[in-house]
């Protein structure tokens, strides 16, 4: 038996307890049995993106960040939109990798989960099409009102927003190379 895919799960709020989080927690439960969930929630401690420290030796914690998206078979990112944009913790995040090839063709999904979310559904389609991502159309979600869909535990309790997760789940598994 081959092992499984290994994931790295990458909530875009650095709030504890955040929608996004627990829709990550909820997908890695969800789907154990057949992918290896590693959650990074540690975007609020990566520095400020500066070119100038983007030499080796890089940042611990960017290099940390860098390693781990390295040894994962796919990334899978859930984000709110704040103010119409993507939070500045995830961009920040993202601009650590663009000096590197680690996205490029690296499969990738992605949620919004937020009120709106439309801009940030935009934005992070460009940008991960720009890093070169691997990610098809169906890998990617845009859940709106999202607060109003997950019980305080982690349940999804909206049946239209589960089935669109595992209808993104099941692209994402394709794109992993999972039959």
């Keep these: 038996m081959t092992s499984k895919k290994k994931i790295l799960a990458i909530s875009g709020s650095t709030r504890r307890g955040s929608s996004n989080g627990l829709i990550l927690k909820w997908l890695g439960n969800a789907y154990r049995d057949k992918l290896d969930f590693e959650l990074f929630d540690d975007l609020a401690l990566l520095p400020h993106f500066n070119p100038d420290l983007d030499v080796e030796p890089t940042p611990a914690e ?17 984000t709110p939109e704040y103010i119409f944009a993507l939070p ?15 996205l490029m063709d690296k499969p990738l999904a992605f949620i919004v989960a937020s009120g709106l979310g439309e801009k940030t559904f935009e934005s992070l389609t460009i ?9 098809p159309v169906e890998s990617t979600l845009l859940i709106q009102g999202a607060r109003a869909k997950i019980n305080a535990d982690g349940t999804i309790k909206d049946e239209s927003a589960k089935h669109a ?6 692209s994402f598994m394709v794109t992993l190379e999972i039959e």
């Excluded at 940008?127 to 990610?135: D, E, H, L, Q, S």
């Excluded at 997760?165 to 099941?170: A, G, I, S, T």
Aim: proline share 0%; glycine share 6%; net charge positive.
């Design 62 to 78: 960017v290099k940390q960040f860098r390693d781990r998206i390295a040894s994962a078979d796919g990334i899978l990112i859930c």
């Design 88 to 102: 500045g913790a995830l961009k920040n995040a993202i601009e650590w990798t663009v000096s590197t090839t680690l």
């Design 127 to 135: 940008i991960m099409k720009t890093v070169g991502a691997r990610m």
């Design 165 to 170: 997760l595992d209808e993104l789940m099941q």
